[in-house]
């Protein structure tokens, strides 16, 4: 059943993201230099979240999933230590939709603009089926979280772009199927997108329900449209944090880079 809110509730849903996205406009200034430190804790609705917000016109932001070995990275401090070794430096990461026992994407997954495993539009039981799912997608200067018919109809340019489900946030509305009732708590992740076009990572610090996981996109960061990416191995890599989360094995892999030299200065 579909929920209503008051003018009132609006105004007070509007007003506790006002902080966070004039965070986020500030770091969306177009003569902003890459972001290397981006994340900050977040308490929403009695519960701990950490926030990474990124912006696309300037933050390298790339999809993972394999290394030159052709295997899977298979945890964060793989990835870490493998572009170290090319002379780069990883500022964020965080994993990026749910994947196989082989650790292979589940749904469409491209890298360096190659696509590299089909979309899955089939629906079903589980959390990546429950439709509509999504995409999250990079391209030149510009990112989205599109869902995943509309998506297929008409692709934008997308360097990067991973398949996951549900979205949560549906053109401002949380998914359908998404209850304030439920009662499953588990570690989520997520990303959506800001009205400033700013990519907003979230991973919850403690078990919440979907439809908290939800709200938080909607409410407290602003996202019209909000895909989660998954649960219970949900990682977050945050140097500036001192986080490095090892739940692995784990699949795609998203992550912010920046020349190690810009890194070191930190």
Partial sequence: MESFETKAQ????????TVLIALIGLALDAGAAPAVAACTPKTFDGANFTVCAFDPRHDD????????????????????????????RLAFAMNAGMFKEDQSPVGLYVESSRKLHNADTRGGGTNFHLKPNGVFWVGDGVAG?????RYLANPPPARYATQSGPMLIVDGKIHPKIQPTGTSEKI??????????????????QPVTFDAFARLFRDALGCRNALFLDGSVSSLYAPELKRDDELEPIGPIVGVVTPDALGARQ
């Avoid at 609006?10 to 993201?17: L, P, S, V």
């Avoid at 790339?62 to 002379?87: E, H, M």
């Fill in 10 to 17: 609006e105004a007070a849903r509007r007003g506790a993201a």
């Fill in 61 to 88: 932001i790339r999809l993972f999933w394999k290394g030159p070995n052709d295997r899977p990275y298979g945890s964060l401090s793989a990835l870490a230590g493998a572009l170290q070794a090319k002379g780069q």
């Fill in 145 to 149: 979280v599109t869902e995943t018919n």
């Fill in 188 to 205: 989520r992740n997520g990303v959506g997108i800001g009205d400033s076009g700013a990519v907003v990572f979230a991973i919850a610090d």
